[in-house]
């Protein structure tokens, strides 16, 4: 399966669903585009939904960080909807103290309006 990135919105919130595999190649370059896309609109809420990501490598987590710092630099910030072998991951890696994940894009969302906000 190959790698996609769609975007939609949900009131001030970008939602980015990612499916396929976010592993080395084409994959990281994909998800880098569309969030230079939301920066460059001004969207500064963005949930990143891993729930149809059947692979990720550590340079799709690298992206993933990549692409968490080119947010904050301008402002905004990312929340993850991950499912639980992503959370997991995310756990053993540490990269749960770098991002915020939730089990589903209702809680991930609903995390701006509850938490103070750079944007």
């Given at each position: ?8 919105h949900?009131g ?12 080395l190649?084409e994959?990281?370059r ?10 460059l ?7 990143l ?7 990720l490598d550590s ?10 710092a ?21 756990e ?28």
């Amino acid at each position: 399966m190959s790698f996609q990135a769609t975007v939609r919105h949900k009131g001030d919130v970008a939602v980015i669903d990612l499916s396929g595999r976010l592993v080395l190649g084409e994959a990281p370059r994909t998800l880098q585009e569309a969030i230079l896309e939301l920066i460059l609109e001004g969207r500064r809420k963005i949930v990143l939904n891993l729930m149809d990501v059947s692979h990720l490598d550590s340079a799709g987590l690298g992206e993933m960080c990549a692409a968490c710092a080119s947010v904050t630099n301008s402002g905004g910030e990312v929340r993850l909807v991950t499912p639980v072998r992503i959370h997991d991951q995310m756990e053993v890696t540490k990269l749960s103290t770098v991002f915020a994940d939730y089990p589903d894009e209702a809680a991930a969302a609903e995390s701006f309006r509850r938490e103070p906000s750079n944007a």
